[in-house]
């Protein structure tokens, strides 16, 4: 979704006008829709809620059954009760493959805010006479993952709304990227899927062009001189202003388990911590273990992160840690909200579509996937489900070094257990 300008409406304060106890019978029984979305613990305040021990044995016998050779460790918990129902390994640190997408998309939402989003502006200066604007463009860019080249039209029909069909001065581009995205450190030569970063990633020059193409064939006549790489000038007026919000990049992190927009993700984080980092990861990288160590409570040093979408064979997560991730991100609305419309579903739609696709799983689960074929089997499954007894679990299981298709069955088996 596309949004300009968007506007947030609050709800209106309601004043207690009376203390009688019919009134605040009235208020308890009249609140608004969001806050029946409240944690689900808080329908059981003041009472002790039991786990499913069956539940807890059907798990273990899975756990403990015979299984193909491989590292194997998976921790359920109880969101419900808030209690743990069942680990096995639930803190042996495995490669975690693209569960680590869960760890920056909800690190990320915490720190920019669920409402955060990405600006991509045209700025004019000088005046307009006749159709030609006696002065300069300016064409300033954060960090929009998804803007294209054929998304610049956009900014030069805004131009040609204020009556400029041509240009006299300078066309400057205020860019927040200069160089290209490059692979990260461990990440195999194929990895890196150029083609598909959004345009702002593929560095200055890229962009320059795109922009002076699209300008040219508006019926701009632009030598090649007045393209400037500069800060928007002073006394530069915004005319048009684009913006994506980043639950659009979350949903491709986490739905369709996107690369390219995870490491966007990193790079708008990096750039949020310290503008100055030209890396774009190195800060971001810093603040993700800031946020597993601070936030989620997290001290095992055998935890590591080497980039925001997985691909690192050398990123290790715990089951645990991952389920503690999404508590973390349940306890929270605006992010529950994002996890459980972003989230793939099983049998439905993203990555889990096929992979949990049994009749008996349709529906019943939101899941992050996470699979890497090299240089071994890595693969894991993470989210929430609906279990028989009503209670929301959260879970999480890793397997690797063994057949990644054997370890979607042991994923499969898992979800029939949980909503079994």
Known sequence: MYTFNNKYFKSSKIRITTLSLV????????????NTKKIEN???????????????????????????????AIYVYDITA?????????????????????????AGLHLLGTDYRYTTDIYTRGTIKNDTLQ???TLKADLDPQLKGTDLKMFINA???????????????????????????????????????????????????EFKTMLRNQGFQLADSQ?????????????????RSIDRVIQRMWKNSSNTQ???????????????????????????????????????????????????????????????ALRYGYKDNAIRKNLYTHLSVAGINGTARRLLSKPELRGK???????????????????????????????????????????HVLQSKLAQVLVK
């Open 23 to 34: 009134s605040l019978f009235v208020l308890s029984a009249c609140g608004n829709k969001e």
């Open 42 to 72: 808080n329908k059981y305040s003041g009472q002790s809620i039991t786990i499913d021990q069956q539940l807890k044995d059907n798990l273990d016998e899975f756990a403990n059954k015979p299984r193909c050779k491989g590292k194997f």
């Open 82 to 106: 808030n209690k743990p129902v069942y680990g096995n390994n639930e803190n042996l640190a495995l490669p975690s493959a693209s569960c680590m997408k869960l760890i920056s998309g909800i």
């Open 135 to 137: 002065g300069d463009i």
């Open 159 to 209: 131009l040609h709304r204020k009556g400029i069909k041509k240009l006299s001065g300078k066309v400057y581009m205020d860019l927040t990227i200069q160089k290209p995205v490059t692979a990260e450190p461990h990440w195999y030569p194929w990895d890196l899927s150029f083609s598909q970063y959004g345009l702002l990633y593929k560095g200055k020059e890229r962009v320059k062009n």
């Open 227 to 243: 393209f400037v790489f500069s800060k928007t000038p002073k006394g530069s007026k915004c005319i048009f202003r684009f913006q």
């Open 262 to 324: 995870a490491t966007a993700m990193l790079y708008t984080i990096s750039n949020h911590i310290n503008a100055k980092d030209s890396t774009f990861t190195r800060s971001g990288i810093n603040y993700l273990y800031k946020f597993v160590q601070n936030d989620l409570g997290l001290k095992d040093k055998k935890l590591v992160i080497h980039d925001g979408c997985g691909l690192c064979t050398h990123n290790h997560l715990s089951p645990k840690s991952l389920v503690t």
């Open 365 to 407: 689960l939101h899941v992050k996937t996470g699979t890497l074929s090299h240089p071994y089997g890595i693969s894991s499954l993470a989210g929430f489900c609906k279990a028989s007894n009503g209670h929301t679990l959260a879970f999480a299981i890793m397997d690797s070094e063994m057949s990644v298709l054997d370890a």
